[in-house]
């Protein structure tokens, strides 16, 4: 059993300002320019989303020309900000990823007071979190979590065995300052850093997580046979979703139906367990089904789909 929060997410955005620093180029495409002639399927990049031209054009701006036949579509965030957006136009872009070399190194500054942060669908093998505020040399909040780690039991396993690996990891107990920087270090030496979502925010309770919770994936590849029985299998992408029992005093459900409601149309980020990091998720709530308390307990399924 664990202590059940939710954290809603602040806005990260590039017209927010709060990426001080990121060490991930944002070259996937040339730039638009007002004056450059485009050929169809000319891809560039306006306003950090990436376009591609549905006809030649010329000056017709990518986010704002009305003009039909429509000029641009829209493919989604550039690399740097699929990390904090996964909307392609009105579409949630699932299983994108903010990729780069070695590591993903960037500062942030919410500028609000924030406790939380979670990371999911981490490739890397370690994650560290340092927060500092003006005026001071030494970090508020200094700690590495290892994303990977050697299999135990025995020496053979140890050098031998393959590693246990994390995609997830949350924590609560950021010092909730206003003014502060944090800077995320998501390091894969010889490989490639990975980082599906990044979440901050004020964590509230919702409940205890306990036994009978479930979790699994939605595969949404399609398998098409032909007259002879031939399979042809059309890959296609995957949903997770961790399904939670939950429950609580009778005094805390008005509380808690009052802060999930809010939720109800944002991807935010669910934690049973900072332990488990499996049960970490971001995503929305498709269902909540609660009983009415008894002998002031309260049970409750939340059903959240991730939107990663």
Known sequence: MSVMKVVPPIEITAASGKIISSNVPETDNPLWL????????????????????????????PETDKVTPVAWLNLGPTNRWKMFNKRQGTTWMIGSFTTNPESIDLT????????????????AST???????PGTATPIYDKTFNMSSKAGGSWYQYYFGEFATKDNVAQFDLPAFNNADIRFLI?????TA????????MAKTIGVAVYGTGLGSESYSHVKQDDFGNINVVPGGERRYV???????????SSALRTLNLLKDTAALYIGSEDLDYTIIVGRFDRLAMGLPTYDRAEYTLEVRSLM
């Open 34 to 61: 007002v004056g450059t002639a485009y050929a169809l399927g000319a891809k560039v990049i306006f306003n950090h989303n990436n376009y591609e031209a549905l006809v030649a054009n010329t000056g017709r701006n």
């Open 108 to 123: 942030i500054r919410p500028a609000a007071r924030i406790n939380s942060f979670g990371l999911v669908g981490v490739m």
């Open 127 to 133: 994650v560290r979190v340092v927060m500092t505020v």
């Open 187 to 191: 390091s894969a030496p010889g490989g």
């Open 194 to 201: 990975q980082v599906g979502m990044l979440v901050l925010g």
């Open 243 to 253: 399904d939670f029992s939950v429950v609580m005093t009778g005094d805390q459900v």
